[in-house]
Structures are given as structure tokens and as C-alpha cells.
């Protein structure tokens, strides 16, 4: 069994976006934090170093 998953950006179905409220707020922080820690994102390295790492490797 995982230590870790991302079920959160599976199953969830309701409204992304800031401002809306502080419930939304939040669902849109946990639903980009799990896009870009996708395994084949971080797995890419030029996008890693470009993007996270901000380095022109």
C-alpha cells in the first residue's frame, strides 16, 4: 500500500478559483498542488528544473 495519494483531485467536482470563498480557496490550493506534483511532471526534468527550479538547465 502507497504512503501517499492524490484522491483528492480525483474525486473532486465542485468549483476552482480564488475569491470565491474561503472553502473554495483552499479546494483550489490542494487541487494545484496535486496537478503539479503529478509523478510524469516531476519525472520531466527539463520542465522541473525550468519551472520549480527556476534553472536553465
Known amino acids: 500500500m502507497a504512503d501517499h495519494s492524490h484522491l483528492f483531485i480525483e474525486e473532486f467536482d465542485g468549483f476552482i478559483g480564488f475569491g470565491l470563498n474561503r472553502e473554495s480557496d483552499m479546494d483550489t490550493v490542494i487541487y494545484y498542488l496535486q496537478k ?11 520542465e522541473y528544473h525550468r519551472y520549480f527550479l527556476k534553472d536553465n538547465h
Open 36 to 46: 503539479f506534483s503529478d509523478d510524469r511532471l516531476m519525472a520531466s526534468e527539463p
